[in-house]
């Protein structure tokens, strides 16, 4: 088992920058990549950015490229999700979550690459 805790949303204005967290614990060795996802009111969970653990190698999505920076403390066991430039439409609650198999890159923009899931951290951005 691997337990998730995020930490880091908010509410800020449009322009503005949040710096999330997340906490990983338990069973953490051998993990291959931790993700990013966010989901809004009546829409679904949307991949937004991955790390993988032991190379560092970062994908994102289109929408976030260029605003948003994933990046890990392998001491911590913590990864970050840096985002700046936030606009409106970035408001959902942010996931993170932990992939322990050495899923393909592809595959790690889906939801059902990853094992283990945090309880989420909700983002507004106000226009």
């Known amino acids: 088992q691997v337990q998730l805790v995020e930490s880091g949303g908010g509410l800020v204005q449009a322009g503005g920058s949040l710096r999330l967290s997340c906490a990983a614990s338990?069973?953490?060795?051998?993990?291959?990549?931790m993700g990013w996802f966010r989901q809004a009111p009546g829409k679904e969970r949307d991949f937004v950015a991955t790390i993988i653990w032991s190379a560092g190698t970062t994908y994102y999505a289109d929408s976030v490229k260029g605003r948003f920076t994933i990046s890990r403390d392998n001491a911590k066991n913590t990864v970050y999700l840096q985002m700046d430039s936030l606009k409106p439409e970035d408001t959902a609650v942010y996931f993170c979550a932990v992939d322990t198999v050495a899923t393909s890159v592809r595959a790690l923009r889906s939801a059902g690459a990853y094992d283990f899931w945090g309880q989420g951290t909700q983002v507004t951005v106000s226009s």
């Open positions: 338990g069973r953490t060795f051998g993990s291959a990549a």
